[in-house]
């Protein structure tokens, strides 16, 4: 049985969901003790049972210590089964984050799948749905892996109630290596700016800020933001709730940004914010931004052959990734080279197979 640690690294429920999808693509029994050390409300939560719950339904598997605010859990997977699944987390708990943890798993599976997952889509602290639809799912479909999102509602913080719809086409059972050392030029940046149950101005606000900000950076490419919005009496979104995503097509990649909107935050601030991690990211020359970084390597670390790819920014989610790989998947040769907070190059020597 494998034991993770999980106050290791960035201590949160990142390790629980990672630990969790390796353990079940390699059927290994696995214990996590320490979830959630670091943060001021220590164990399971909502969001995290819910992902526990799907992967113990998708494995057909036995778990114990499956409660709020547990702090220890052995999990043990019974193999990978396709179909129809439906996923409520009952809060404004992170759909993206649910999707990053299965979709690695069901790739294994014995057939497609199609998921509907409830909760969160544009919340704090995790990829938006559209960072997620037109940076994340196209690099699946690069590697092998093709994945269909539809947004049926957004769901934004703390009422949630958004839905997703994902559709996996195949079963590759393993993923197509990668070589991404460069960018290359930019030539187009894309984005969508919504506002839901709020003033369509403040879509558009956003959208204009974000625009005007890349501009003054010198991003001298064609610009294209789609505007979001719907009268309030005609809303089928949950809400109140506002955000905008940027993503950069490039000659060799996508590197992509978010922002939300809060209460008492202006428009233009969430517009800028958005625009100017997207060019800190663009700036480095790096082939992957600053998620898609670490949100890459479990599909690397089962791809046949070498990958080698660099990243904008080696962020404490990514390190945290990557040794807790080395630790479970020794199988896999996994170098990289780079300090925190720094742009990093990452050679990954795949399993191509189920271990």
């Avoid at 799907?54 to 089964?81: C, D, M, N, Q, Y």
């Avoid at 393993?174 to 969508?192: A, K, M």
């Avoid at 209460?263 to 958005?274: H, L, T």
């Amino acid at each position: 049985m494998i034991e993770i640690d999980g106050s290791f690294g960035e201590g949160g429920g990142q390790i629980l969901r990672y630990a969790l999808a390796l353990s079940t693509i390699i059927g290994e029994k696995i214990r996590i003790i320490n979830i959630r050390a670091k943060r001021d409300n220590p164990g399971l939560q909502r969001q995290h049972l819910t992902v526990v719950k799907a992967l113990e339904k998708i494995s057909r598997g036995h778990v114990e210590g499956a409660e709020i605010g547990s702090t220890e859990i052995i999990f043990e997977p019974r193999g990978i089964f396709g179909g129809e699944y439906v996923f409520d987390i009952g809060t404004a708990g992170s759909v993206t984050l649910l999707l990053q943890s299965v979709l690695p798993v069901l790739a294994f599976a014995d057939r497609p799948s199609i998921l509907k997952v409830r909760g969160g889509t544009d919340v704090p602290w995790s990829p938006t749905y559209d960072y997620f639809n037109n940076v994340f799912i196209r690099f699946l479909n690069r590697l092998g892996y093709v994945v269909e999102l539809r947004l049926l509602r957004r769901g934004h913080y703390p009422r949630g109630g958004g839905e997703v719809v994902a559709e996996i086409k195949n079963n590759p059972r393993g993923f197509t290596s990668i070589q991404l050392v460069e960018r290359g030029r930019i030539i187009e940046i894309r984005g969508n700016s919504h506002a839901v149950r709020l003033p369509r101005h403040i879509a558009e606000r956003q959208a204009s800020a974000a625009y005007e900000r890349l501009k003054s950076l010198g991003i001298d490419v064609v610009i294209k933001i789609d505007i979001e919005s719907y009268p309030p009496d005609k809303d089928p979104h949950y809400g109140p709730g506002s955000g905008i995503a940027l993503w950069a097509i490039t000659e060799n990649s996508i590197l992509g940004s978010d922002s939300l909107g809060a209460r008492d935050k202006r428009a233009e601030e969430v517009g800028e914010k958005a625009a100017r991690t997207l060019f800190e990211d663009l700036s480095t020359g790096s082939a992957l931004d600053r998620h898609m970084s670490d949100m890459i390597i479990p599909y690397l670390i089962f791809s046949e052959g070498t990958s080698i790819v660099t990243g904008s920014m080696l962020t404490m989610h990514a390190y945290t990734v990557l040794e807790i790989s080395k630790k479970m998947i020794p199988e896999a040769r996994i170098e990289y080279d780079g300090t925190l907070n720094r742009p990093f190059k990452l050679i990954i020597r795949g399993v191509s197979r189920i271990l």
